[in-house]
């Protein structure tokens, strides 16, 4: 009998495969796929990052981790490294879903991000309190001890190391997002219709630059989908997976 091919989840900059938790409960639910956190370089269990990265070493980092061809999730910073894999590692890559992912950043939107890069850099407990609060305003309903465990795992972080994660971050959106109209894999956008920074106007770019591809947007969601709704985002992984999946044996 053939195995499932697996469901790979990559998390975002400063966090670890943990965030996936919830998501991961609620997947097993719904599909007998073995499902993987993997945790990005620098984080979790992995070496931190003493130097400057680039996109491309991280998913190639992330490439030699991988079990095999499987249907890639990325989060954020991970949906740039999944997106990378899917342009040039493509055999690796059933299906492609990013999740809270930034696209193709205007001068603006850059220029915001460049100001929180600068904020870490100049007082990184400061910046991870506002993290916490952009992702998970008072009436965002998320109990309060996945708000702690977020905060817990963002102040872990190497200061060093998550610099040179977050100056990818950061930038690497400019990189990939020349190469999306050569992802050949099916493709899905999904995004919180409340999130400031992978806005639903930046995933609507990326189903529109990646061919074929469908978007998403969450009601009344932020950020931290995988967090604040994890049982409807499972759903919308789910079928996307088995949709692409029957059509691939079509």
Not at 72 to 95: C, D, K, M, N, W
Request: aromatic share 4%; proline share 8%.
């Amino acid at each position: 009998m053939v195995q499932p091919l697996p469901i790979v989840l990559l998390h975002g900059v400063g966090l670890d495969h943990s965030m996936w938790e919830p998501l991961r409960a609620d997947l097993a639910r719904l599909t007998d796929r073995p499902v993987v956190a993997l945790d990005l370089p620098g984080h979790g269990a992995q070496p931190p990052l003493t130097g400057p990265a680039t996109l491309t070493e991280l998913a190639e980092d992330v490439a030699t981790r991988l079990p095999g061809r499987a249907h890639l999730v990325g989060f954020s910073l991970g949906a740039l490294i999944a997106q990378h894999l899917a342009r040039y590692r493509p055999e690796l890559v059933a299906t492609l879903t990013s999740v809270s992912s930034v696209c193709r950043r205007t001068p603006e939107e850059a220029a915001s991000v460049a100001a929180r890069l600068e904020s870490a850099r100049t007082d990184f407990p400061g910046s991870v309190e506002a993290s916490i609060h952009r992702w998970y305003p008072a009436d965002s309903g998320v109990e309060p001890g996945a708000v702690a465990g977020t905060r817990t795992t963002l102040l872990a972080n190497s200061v060093e190391s998550y610099l040179h994660a977050y100056e990818v971050f950061a930038t690497a959106d400019a990189e990939i997002g020349s190469e999306l109209g050569s992802i050949g894999v099916p493709s899905l956008a999904v995004t919180g219709e409340l999130d400031p920074g992978s806005t639903p106007e930046m995933t609507e770019r990326l189903a529109a630059a990646t061919p074929g591809a469908q978007a998403v947007v969450v009601p009344g969601a932020r950020h931290m989908l995988p967090v604040e709704r994890p049982g409807e985002l499972a759903r919308i992984i789910h079928h996307f997976v088995e949709e692409s999946s029957r059509e691939d044996h079509a």
